[in-house]
């Protein structure tokens, strides 16, 4: 009868064999390049479809509730305030919005799963292992992807990776000028990822948003640029940020510490616990 030790010997040496298989099931070369750094290309703003301007010229094809909700943000900064762009509080840009890339981005490609890593977010996790919807996953503003890798060219290599992400909290804007999405967070977001046939060094996301603040679905195609001399600099939101929210008022900290107003005739934040000074 074998020992205990010949028995903890063998299993060692069956799960080091079981994770050798593991990694070699993984064959790299089946999957595209999409290695180094991506980032907008050069004069791309914030703005969600590139091709127009932001805003308005956006035609972002909202119903009239949620385009008066985007008129009331554009309204409001331009007297001063932030309007529908919550980013000045720090809280992640959400999906679709974090897809725009406001700092460089990088995928990390796996078996069962790609990393999308962001510099100041949580990585965004694309899950490409054939699993069904979760049903008892809580919302987030970056949803939860189930991706599937494609072979458009039947050359026994992926080059297409198709996502489609559910699963959202809100509220989330598609660009800096304030175009919501829908409150009840059921949007669903697709994506059709893939290298420019021309330039590698060039990539295309054509997104594809379905929400009900929409009165049809809104595609449009995004580009990142690749950037193979990788060079990652840490990025806090929180440090250094002089935007103060009280209430629904957002305020702006002085350089000697005390709170200024951000828009012309802006009340004073409201201190209902404070005494009065005598």
Same mark, same amino acid.
């Given at each position: 009868?074998?020992?205990?030790?010949?028995?903890?010997?063998?299993?060692?040496?069956?799960?080091?064999?079981?994770?050798?298989?593991?990694?070699?099931?993984?064959?790299?070369?089946?999957?595209?390049?999409?290695?180094?750094?991506?980032?907008?290309?050069?004069?791309?703003?914030?703005?969600?479809?590139?091709?127009?301007?932001?805003?308005?010229?956006?035609?972002?094809?909202?119903?009239?509730?949620?385009?008066?909700?985007?008129?009331?943000?554009?309204?409001?900064?331009?007297?001063?305030?932030?309007?529908?762009?919550?980013?000045?509080?720090?809280?992640?840009?959400?999906?679709?919005?974090?897809?725009?890339?406001?700092?460089?981005? /990088?995928? =990390? &490609? !796996?078996?069962? $799963?790609?990393?999308?890593?962001?510099? %100041?977010?949580?990585?965004?996790?694309?899950? *490409?292992?054939?699993?069904?919807?979760?049903?008892?996953?809580?919302?987030?503003?970056?949803?939860?992807?189930?991706?599937?890798?494609?072979?458009?060219?039947?050359?026994?290599?992926?080059?297409?990776?198709?996502?489609?992400?559910?699963?959202?909290?809100?509220?989330?804007?598609?660009?800096?000028?304030?175009?919501?999405?829908?409150?009840?967070? /059921?949007? =669903? &977001? !697709?994506?059709? $990822?893939?290298?420019?046939?021309?330039? %590698?060094?060039?990539?295309?996301?054509?997104? *594809?948003?379905?929400?009900?603040?929409?009165?049809?679905?809104?595609?449009?195609?995004?580009?990142?640029?690749?950037?193979?001399?990788?060079?990652?600099?840490?990025?806090?939101?929180?440090?250094?940020?002089?935007?103060?929210?009280?209430?629904?008022?957002?305020?702006?900290?002085?350089?000697?510490?005390?709170?200024?107003?951000?828009?012309?005739?802006?009340?004073?934040?409201?201190?209902?616990?404070?005494?009065?000074?005598?």
């Amino acid at each position: 009868m074998p020992s205990q030790s010949t028995l903890r010997v063998v299993a060692v040496a069956a799960a080091l064999m079981a994770a050798s298989t593991g990694a070699l099931a993984f064959d790299e070369t089946r999957y595209p390049d999409w290695s180094g750094q991506w980032m907008r290309p050069p004069g791309v703003g914030f703005q969600w479809d590139i091709t127009k301007a932001p805003g308005l010229a956006q035609q972002a094809p909202l119903t009239p509730e949620y385009r008066a909700v985007l008129e009331a943000s554009l309204a409001d900064q331009a007297a001063g305030g932030q309007g529908g762009d919550n980013l000045v509080t720090c809280r992640t840009n959400g999906m679709p919005r974090m897809m725009s890339v406001a700092w460089p981005i /990088e995928f =990390v &490609i !796996l078996p069962n $799963i790609t990393y999308v890593n962001f510099h %100041p977010f949580l990585p965004r996790r694309i899950y *490409t292992d054939g699993r069904k919807w979760p049903t008892d996953i809580e919302p987030s503003f970056a949803g939860y992807s189930i991706g599937k890798w494609l072979d458009t060219d039947g050359d026994g290599r992926f080059d297409t990776l198709e996502v489609e992400t559910r699963n959202f909290k809100g509220p989330r804007t598609y660009e800096p000028s304030g175009i919501p999405l829908h409150d009840d967070g /059921e949007s =669903v &977001i !697709l994506e059709r $990822i893939y290298l420019d046939k021309a330039d %590698p060094d060039i990539m295309h996301n054509d997104i *594809t948003t379905i929400d009900h603040a929409l009165t049809r679905p809104w595609t449009v195609n995004k580009r990142y640029r690749r950037d193979r001399n990788v060079i990652w600099f840490e990025d806090n939101c929180t440090e250094n940020n002089r935007h103060v929210i009280v209430g629904k008022e957002d305020y702006f900290l002085s350089a000697d510490g005390y709170l200024m107003p951000t828009r012309k005739d802006q009340p004073p934040p409201d201190l209902r616990y404070f005494k009065a000074r005598k």
